[in-house]
Nanobody, 123 residues
Framework: VLLQASGGGLIQAGGFRRLSCSAS????????VAWFRQAPGMEREFVSA????????YYDDFVKGRFTISRDNDKKTVYLQMNSLQPEDTAVYYC?????????????????WGLGTLVTVSS
């Protein structure tokens, strides 16, 4: 599975942005797709995930109500709509795939990773 994340950029606090994660190669309906982020000097942290086949979604508490994960089956693309962005949301955002339907909030639970896309939120 090859993953391509895109959509990062510079956003003012309170603004919004949509990230995209496009998958290519062998990608199956029972996979789990997640977004993680990593701020400078910090550990990579779980943001959100979707069980691709059934569409069940999961969010970390700090993004609930602000971020929405969705997918387009035909395009093999997962989106992360981010609203009400704050400076503390500044990070490199990565999409990752687990070849199982198990949701993990740990990076070790995912066996495919894309290159990240930088999101910078200015105050």
């Amino acid at each position: 599975v090859l993953l391509q994340a895109s959509g990062g950029g510079l956003i003012q606090a309170g603004g919004f942005r949509r990230l995209s994660c496009s998958a290519s190669g062998s990608f199956f309906i029972n996979y789990t797709v997640a977004w993680f982020r990593q701020a400078p000097g910090m550990e990579r942290e779980f943001v959100s995930a979707v069980k691709y086949g059934v569409g069940t979604t999961y969010y970390d508490d700090f993004v609930k109500g602000r971020f929405t994960i969705s997918r387009d089956n035909d395009k093999k693309t997962v989106y992360l709509q981010m609203n009400s962005l704050q400076p503390e949301d500044t990070a490199v955002y990565y999409c990752a795939v687990s070849s199982t339907s198990f949701i993990s909030s740990y990076p070790q639970g995912y066996n495919y990773w894309g290159l990240g896309t930088l999101v910078t939120v200015s105050s």
